[in-house]
């Protein structure tokens, strides 16, 4: 078999890996699930890298695990590919009346609030549901918010939610005098959650600000690693105040 450009030929391809390869027969959905997982997040690096020769890559291994998961459910006569296919075009058809029906948007803020309506029609209980539990809890945080927004569940401007950030600084900053280590983990959940509030206002996406944050200390730790490793030290070996000048170093190089 040759490589081609044509989704019938992954699936068939699949279908032969799941039934001549040993490790590929021998998975379930619960074995790969996780690697599905860490094949988004490969993804999203290659995204904020703006690497797209990777991106191509990584799509590539998120499609292998749809069409993998699809193939081990057909096997059990649960769905195909079609279905799954089918199941999201009606999906998106139903909820985009904009464009394939006659419902009329003046903007995208009437687009997804025509969309959680639909989703209410559609069967679901709360305009909540459908976010997995196991999602990253700043995303997590942050969907529920914009979900609740959708539906007019939000303040009239940003000043009403940096209020609200300020008294939930206040108490957090209160139990940690207090010493009382249970309120404060409650409180600081609470300043997170008021703090990707406000971020929303300015529609920045906190998971990734974060993200970004976390690489930003890492080059920047690794290269006082490297330094001091140049000088014949360990970090145990050497001073905050090295350690810190090196650091405020590191701000001009990366």
């Not at 998106?92 to 394939?100: G, K, N, Q």
């Not at 000043?159 to 139990?175: G, N, V």
Request: charged share 40%; glycine share 4%.
């Amino acid at each position: 078999m040759k490589p081609s450009r044509e989704f019938d030929d992954l699936v068939t391809l699949v279908a032969i890996l799941r039934k001549e390869c040993p490790w590929d027969r021998k998975q379930t959905h619960e074995s790969i699930k996780d690697n599905f997982v860490e094949e988004v997040y490969e993804a999203l690096e290659a995204i904020d890298d703006k690497d797209f020769g990777e991106l191509k890559k990584e799509l590539g291994d998120v499609m292998l695990h749809v069409v993998f998961h699809t193939k081990m459910a057909s096997e059990n006569e649960h769905f195909d590919i079609g279905d799954v296919i089918y199941t999201l075009m009606d999906k998106l058809i139903r909820r985009h009346p904009h464009v394939f029906g006659e419902t009329a948007v003046e903007n995208e803020d009437q687009v997804s609030e025509n969309w959680e309506n639909i989703k209410l029609k559609e069967g679901k209980k709360s305009t909540l549901d459908g976010l997995p539990a196991h999602l990253p809890a700043l995303i997590r945080a942050q969907r529920m918010q914009e979900k609740a927004a959708n539906v007019g569940f939000d303040w009239p401007e940003w000043r009403q939610a940096w209020e609200k950030l300020d008294e939930e600084l206040a108490e957090f900053k209160q139990t940690l005098e207090e010493n009382e280590p249970e309120r404060s983990a409650d409180e600081f959940g609470d300043v997170l959650f008021s703090m990707v509030n406000v971020a929303r206002y300015f529609d920045l996406v906190a998971e990734d600000s974060l993200r970004k944050t976390n690489r930003k200390f890492e080059n920047r730790f690794r290269y006082v690693e490297e330094q001091l490793k140049a000088r014949g030290k360990a970090l145990k070996d050497s001073s905050l105040e090295e350690m810190d000048k090196l650091w405020e170093e590191s701000k001009s190089r990366i």
